[in-house]
Protein backbone atom coordinates (compact mmCIF):
# COMPACT_ATOMS: atom_id res chain seq x y z
CA UNK A 1 0.00 0.00 0.00
CA UNK A 2 1.61 3.11 -1.43
CA UNK A 3 0.47 6.10 0.82
CA UNK A 4 2.53 8.89 0.30
CA UNK A 5 5.04 9.05 -2.66
CA UNK A 6 8.03 10.59 -0.86
CA UNK A 7 8.30 8.04 2.07
CA UNK A 8 8.03 5.16 -0.21
CA UNK A 9 11.74 4.27 -1.40
CA UNK A 10 12.17 1.83 -4.80
CA UNK A 11 15.33 0.49 -5.56
CA UNK A 12 15.78 -0.10 -9.66
CA UNK A 13 18.18 -3.32 -9.59
CA UNK A 14 20.23 -3.05 -12.57
CA UNK A 15 19.14 0.29 -12.83
CA UNK A 16 21.77 1.71 -14.64
CA UNK A 17 20.93 0.62 -17.68
CA UNK A 18 18.86 1.76 -20.22
CA UNK A 19 15.08 0.57 -19.29
CA UNK A 20 15.54 1.38 -15.39
CA UNK A 21 17.28 4.49 -15.98
CA UNK A 22 13.68 5.54 -17.19
CA UNK A 23 11.61 4.28 -15.04
CA UNK A 24 14.10 5.95 -12.10
CA UNK A 25 13.38 9.12 -14.33
CA UNK A 26 9.61 8.81 -14.26
CA UNK A 27 9.06 7.77 -10.58
CA UNK A 28 11.94 10.21 -9.41
CA UNK A 29 10.17 12.98 -10.79
CA UNK A 30 7.33 11.31 -8.93
CA UNK A 31 8.28 12.12 -5.82
CA UNK A 32 9.38 8.68 -4.62
CA UNK A 33 12.99 8.40 -3.74
CA UNK A 34 14.70 6.47 -5.81
CA UNK A 35 17.73 3.93 -4.92
CA UNK A 36 19.83 2.66 -8.32
CA UNK A 37 21.28 -0.44 -7.85
CA UNK A 38 24.15 -2.18 -9.79
CA UNK A 39 26.84 -4.74 -9.66
CA UNK A 40 29.26 -1.45 -9.27
CA UNK A 41 28.00 0.92 -6.57
CA UNK A 42 30.56 3.49 -8.41
CA UNK A 43 28.59 3.47 -11.86
CA UNK A 44 25.33 3.73 -9.90
CA UNK A 45 26.08 7.15 -7.81
CA UNK A 46 27.43 8.56 -11.27
CA UNK A 47 23.94 6.85 -13.20
CA UNK A 48 21.79 8.66 -9.89
CA UNK A 49 23.69 12.07 -10.51
CA UNK A 50 22.97 12.24 -14.36
CA UNK A 51 19.03 11.58 -13.51
CA UNK A 52 19.86 14.60 -10.83
CA UNK A 53 20.72 16.71 -13.33
CA UNK A 54 18.07 15.93 -15.94
CA UNK A 55 15.71 16.87 -13.25
CA UNK A 56 15.14 19.26 -10.72
CA UNK A 57 17.47 19.50 -7.41
CA UNK A 58 14.64 18.61 -5.06
CA UNK A 59 14.24 14.68 -5.98
CA UNK A 60 15.88 12.03 -4.13
CA UNK A 61 18.14 9.78 -5.93
CA UNK A 62 21.28 7.83 -4.63
CA UNK A 63 23.27 5.07 -6.05
CA UNK A 64 24.75 1.89 -4.51
CA UNK A 65 25.41 -2.05 -4.71
CA UNK A 66 22.02 -4.10 -5.94
CA UNK A 67 22.13 -5.70 -2.56
CA UNK A 68 22.00 -2.70 -0.19
CA UNK A 69 19.48 -1.25 -2.82
CA UNK A 70 17.44 -4.14 -2.34
CA UNK A 71 17.83 -4.32 1.56
CA UNK A 72 16.91 -0.65 2.04
CA UNK A 73 13.94 -0.12 -0.40
CA UNK A 74 9.99 -0.59 -0.06
CA UNK A 75 9.94 -1.75 -3.59
CA UNK A 76 12.35 -3.53 -5.75
CA UNK A 77 12.18 -3.63 -9.87
CA UNK A 78 14.30 -5.71 -11.84
CA UNK A 79 15.82 -4.11 -14.83
CA UNK A 80 18.62 -6.75 -16.03
CA UNK A 81 19.10 -8.69 -19.03
CA UNK A 82 17.46 -12.36 -19.21
CA UNK A 83 20.82 -13.99 -19.43
CA UNK A 84 21.42 -12.36 -15.42
CA UNK A 85 17.92 -12.72 -14.52
CA UNK A 86 17.97 -16.17 -12.19
CA UNK A 87 21.59 -15.24 -11.02
CA UNK A 88 20.45 -11.74 -9.47
CA UNK A 89 17.06 -12.88 -8.12
CA UNK A 90 18.50 -15.73 -6.21
CA UNK A 91 21.61 -13.24 -4.70
CA UNK A 92 19.28 -10.87 -3.28
CA UNK A 93 16.15 -12.82 -2.37
CA UNK A 94 16.90 -12.77 1.43
CA UNK A 95 16.59 -8.53 1.22
CA UNK A 96 13.04 -9.07 -0.61
CA UNK A 97 10.63 -10.90 2.07
CA UNK A 98 7.21 -8.92 2.36
CA UNK A 99 8.38 -6.71 -0.71
CA UNK A 100 6.44 -5.82 -3.45
CA UNK A 101 8.94 -6.76 -6.71
CA UNK A 102 8.14 -5.50 -9.96
CA UNK A 103 10.11 -7.82 -12.75
CA UNK A 104 10.70 -5.47 -16.14
CA UNK A 105 12.62 -8.56 -17.49
CA UNK A 106 11.51 -9.70 -21.11
CA UNK A 107 13.46 -12.94 -22.05
CA UNK A 108 15.49 -12.10 -25.14
CA UNK A 109 17.47 -14.62 -26.71
CA UNK A 110 20.28 -12.29 -29.02
CA UNK A 111 20.59 -11.81 -31.86
CA UNK A 112 17.20 -13.36 -32.13
CA UNK A 113 15.28 -10.74 -30.20
CA UNK A 114 11.96 -10.70 -32.54
CA UNK A 115 11.24 -14.53 -32.03
CA UNK A 116 8.98 -15.23 -28.90
CA UNK A 117 11.40 -17.36 -27.09
CA UNK A 118 10.28 -18.24 -23.42
CA UNK A 119 12.22 -19.96 -20.62
CA UNK A 120 11.23 -23.77 -19.26
CA UNK A 121 9.42 -22.18 -16.52
CA UNK A 122 7.06 -20.54 -18.95
CA UNK A 123 8.41 -16.79 -18.60
CA UNK A 124 10.39 -14.66 -16.78
CA UNK A 125 8.18 -13.54 -13.95
CA UNK A 126 7.32 -17.28 -13.73
CA UNK A 127 10.98 -18.00 -13.02
CA UNK A 128 10.92 -14.89 -10.55
CA UNK A 129 7.82 -16.61 -8.93
CA UNK A 130 10.11 -20.26 -8.37
CA UNK A 131 12.95 -18.72 -6.81
CA UNK A 132 10.82 -16.01 -4.48
CA UNK A 133 7.97 -18.43 -3.68
CA UNK A 134 5.42 -16.34 -2.32
CA UNK A 135 7.74 -14.07 0.46
CA UNK A 136 6.97 -11.23 -1.47
CA UNK A 137 4.70 -9.25 -3.76
CA UNK A 138 5.47 -10.22 -7.22
CA UNK A 139 4.54 -8.39 -9.64
CA UNK A 140 5.66 -8.37 -13.76
CA UNK A 141 4.99 -5.29 -16.02
CA UNK A 142 6.07 -2.72 -18.46
CA UNK A 143 7.37 -5.03 -20.99
CA UNK A 144 6.08 -3.28 -23.39
CA UNK A 145 7.17 0.34 -22.75
CA UNK A 146 10.52 1.08 -24.64
CA UNK A 147 13.32 3.10 -22.30
CA UNK A 148 12.87 5.68 -25.40
CA UNK A 149 9.33 6.58 -24.32
CA UNK A 150 10.04 6.39 -20.72
CA UNK A 151 13.12 9.45 -21.25
CA UNK A 152 10.44 10.80 -22.92
CA UNK A 153 7.19 12.58 -21.18
CA UNK A 154 6.69 15.43 -23.75
CA UNK A 155 4.11 13.84 -24.96
CA UNK A 156 1.61 11.24 -23.80
CA UNK A 157 2.81 7.74 -24.69
CA UNK A 158 -0.02 5.74 -26.84
CA UNK A 159 1.14 2.08 -24.98
CA UNK A 160 -0.61 0.68 -22.01
CA UNK A 161 0.82 -1.28 -18.95
CA UNK A 162 -0.44 -4.29 -18.46
CA UNK A 163 0.35 -5.41 -14.69
CA UNK A 164 0.68 -9.05 -14.01
CA UNK A 165 1.29 -10.59 -10.16
CA UNK A 166 0.91 -13.14 -7.74
CA UNK A 167 -1.84 -11.62 -5.65
CA UNK A 168 -4.22 -8.40 -6.29
CA UNK A 169 -2.27 -6.57 -3.65
CA UNK A 170 0.68 -6.57 -5.69
CA UNK A 171 -1.34 -5.71 -8.64
CA UNK A 172 -2.86 -3.02 -7.23
CA UNK A 173 0.31 -1.61 -5.78
CA UNK A 174 1.90 -1.90 -9.25
CA UNK A 175 -1.36 -0.15 -10.76
CA UNK A 176 -0.26 2.80 -8.37
CA UNK A 177 3.00 3.27 -9.37
CA UNK A 178 2.50 2.48 -13.27
CA UNK A 179 -0.08 5.92 -12.97
CA UNK A 180 2.95 7.51 -10.85
CA UNK A 181 4.98 6.93 -13.84
CA UNK A 182 2.36 8.41 -16.31
CA UNK A 183 1.17 5.48 -18.13
CA UNK A 184 -2.50 3.91 -18.17
CA UNK A 185 -2.09 0.37 -16.63
CA UNK A 186 -4.60 -2.74 -16.31
CA UNK A 187 -5.07 -5.52 -14.67
CA UNK A 188 -3.55 -8.42 -16.70
CA UNK A 189 -4.53 -11.43 -13.55
CA UNK A 190 -2.23 -13.72 -12.41
CA UNK A 191 1.12 -14.07 -13.29
CA UNK A 192 1.24 -17.05 -15.67
CA UNK A 193 -0.28 -14.01 -18.01
CA UNK A 194 3.48 -12.84 -18.20
CA UNK A 195 3.98 -15.43 -21.11
CA UNK A 196 1.82 -12.95 -23.15
CA UNK A 197 3.29 -9.65 -22.75
CA UNK A 198 7.14 -11.01 -22.58
CA UNK A 199 6.43 -12.12 -26.07
CA UNK A 200 4.63 -9.35 -26.94
CA UNK A 201 7.50 -7.51 -26.95
CA UNK A 202 9.98 -9.49 -29.19
CA UNK A 203 6.29 -8.79 -31.24
CA UNK A 204 6.93 -4.96 -30.90
CA UNK A 205 10.60 -5.09 -31.63
CA UNK A 206 10.32 -6.69 -34.95
CA UNK A 207 7.37 -4.05 -35.92
CA UNK A 208 9.72 -1.20 -34.73
CA UNK A 209 12.30 -2.68 -37.14
CA UNK A 210 9.94 -3.58 -39.90
CA UNK A 211 8.29 -0.24 -39.66
CA UNK A 212 11.17 2.24 -38.66
CA UNK A 213 10.07 2.89 -35.40
CA UNK A 214 11.09 3.22 -32.06
CA UNK A 215 7.43 3.47 -30.73
CA UNK A 216 5.51 0.97 -31.39
CA UNK A 217 3.08 -0.01 -28.39
CA UNK A 218 -0.18 -1.52 -27.63
CA UNK A 219 -3.57 0.09 -26.04
CA UNK A 220 -6.26 -1.68 -24.69
CA UNK A 221 -10.04 -1.05 -26.60
CA UNK A 222 -13.80 -1.25 -25.30
CA UNK A 223 -13.13 0.02 -21.86
CA UNK A 224 -13.75 3.05 -20.25
CA UNK A 225 -10.55 4.92 -19.25
CA UNK A 226 -10.72 6.71 -16.03
CA UNK A 227 -8.14 8.84 -16.04
N1 LIG B 1 15.45 -1.36 -23.17
C1 LIG B 1 14.14 -1.36 -23.30
O1 LIG B 1 13.56 -0.50 -24.00
C2 LIG B 1 13.30 -2.39 -22.58
C3 LIG B 1 11.89 -2.34 -22.69
C4 LIG B 1 11.12 -3.26 -21.98
C5 LIG B 1 11.75 -4.24 -21.21
N2 LIG B 1 13.11 -4.28 -21.17
C6 LIG B 1 13.74 -5.34 -20.36
O2 LIG B 1 14.36 -4.72 -19.25
C7 LIG B 1 15.57 -5.41 -18.93
C8 LIG B 1 16.72 -4.41 -18.97
O3 LIG B 1 16.86 -3.93 -20.29
P1 LIG B 1 17.95 -2.80 -20.64
O4 LIG B 1 17.80 -2.47 -22.06
O5 LIG B 1 17.87 -1.70 -19.62
O6 LIG B 1 19.30 -3.63 -20.39
P2 LIG B 1 20.80 -3.13 -20.32
O7 LIG B 1 20.87 -1.66 -20.42
O8 LIG B 1 21.59 -3.94 -21.29
O9 LIG B 1 21.26 -3.65 -18.85
C9 LIG B 1 20.68 -3.16 -17.67
C10 LIG B 1 21.67 -3.36 -16.54
O10 LIG B 1 21.75 -4.73 -16.17
C11 LIG B 1 22.96 -4.92 -15.47
N3 LIG B 1 23.57 -6.19 -15.88
C12 LIG B 1 24.01 -6.54 -17.11
N4 LIG B 1 24.53 -7.79 -17.09
C13 LIG B 1 24.43 -8.23 -15.82
C14 LIG B 1 24.81 -9.42 -15.16
N5 LIG B 1 25.39 -10.44 -15.82
N6 LIG B 1 24.55 -9.53 -13.83
C15 LIG B 1 23.96 -8.52 -13.15
N7 LIG B 1 23.58 -7.35 -13.74
C16 LIG B 1 23.81 -7.20 -15.04
C17 LIG B 1 23.89 -3.76 -15.82
O11 LIG B 1 24.08 -2.99 -14.64
P3 LIG B 1 25.49 -2.88 -13.88
O12 LIG B 1 26.60 -3.13 -14.88
O13 LIG B 1 25.47 -1.49 -13.39
O14 LIG B 1 25.43 -3.89 -12.80
C18 LIG B 1 23.10 -2.98 -16.85
O15 LIG B 1 23.29 -1.58 -16.76
C19 LIG B 1 15.72 -6.54 -19.97
O16 LIG B 1 15.25 -7.74 -19.43
C20 LIG B 1 14.85 -6.06 -21.11
O17 LIG B 1 14.35 -7.12 -21.90
C21 LIG B 1 13.90 -3.39 -21.82
Redesign the pocket.
Known amino acids: MIENNKDYKIAIL?G?????RGLAYRWAKAGFPIIIG???PI??IETAEEIKNMLSNDIIITGTS?EQAAQNCQAAVL???????K??IESLKDFLHGKLFID???P?TPPKVTKVQMPPAGSAAQESHLILGDTVLLAAA???????NLLDDAQEINCDVLVTGTSKESRQSTLTLVKAAGFFGLDAGPIENSVVLEGL?SILIGINHQYKSNHAGIRITGITRTD
Open positions: GTGKEGSRNKANTVPYSAHIIVTVLFHNISYET
